[in-house]
C-alpha cells in the first residue's frame, strides 16, 4: 500500500506541476498577445498621423494645380515658350496630386487591415477568456 500511495503522490506533484507549467505558459502567450495589439494600435497611430500628412498635401497639390490652370489658362495669349512651360507645370501638378492620392489610397487600406488584424486579436483575446 505505502507504494501505492508513493505513486499517487507523484501522479499528483506531476499533474500539479503540468497545471502551474500551463499556467505560466498561458500568461506568456496573454502577454505576447497584449504586446502585440499595443504594437498594433501604434502602427495604427501612426498611419493615421501619415493620411493626415498626405491629405494636406493633397489640398497643397490639388491648390497648386488650381493656381497653375489658373495662369496656364491665362498665359493661352502668350508667346509659345510661355505656352510650353504652362503645359509642363500643369502636367507636373497632375501627376503629384495623382501621387499623393494613390499614397492617401495606400495609407487607408494599410489602415483598413490594421484595423481588421485588432479586431481578430480583441475576438480571439475574448473567446479565451470564456
Do not use: F, H
Not at 510661355?82 to 499623393?100: F, M
Amino acid at each position: 500500500m505505502c507504494a501505492c500511495g508513493t505513486l499517487v503522490i507523484a501522479i499528483r506533484t506531476k499533474a500539479a506541476s503540468a497545471s502551474v507549467q500551463a499556467q505560466v505558459n498561458a500568461d506568456v502567450i496573454r502577454k505576447r498577445e497584449a504586446a502585440y495589439l499595443e504594437a498594433l494600435k501604434q502602427k495604427r497611430k501612426n498611419a493615421a498621423v501619415l493620411l493626415a500628412i498626405q491629405q494636406r498635401s493633397l489640398k497643397a497639390a490639388e491648390s497648386n494645380l488650381e493656381t497653375t490652370s489658373k495662369a496656364y489658362s491665362d498665359s493661352r495669349i502668350q508667346p509659345a515658350e510661355l505656352k510650353y512651360r504652362a503645359d509642363a507645370v500643369l502636367n507636373e501638378s497632375k501627376r503629384e496630386a495623382i501621387r499623393i492620392r494613390n499614397e492617401i489610397s495606400t495609407t487607408e487600406q494599410k489602415i483598413s487591415e490594421i484595423n481588421d488584424a485588432i479586431m481578430r486579436l480583441e475576438k480571439e483575446r475574448a473567446q479565451n477568456v470564456l
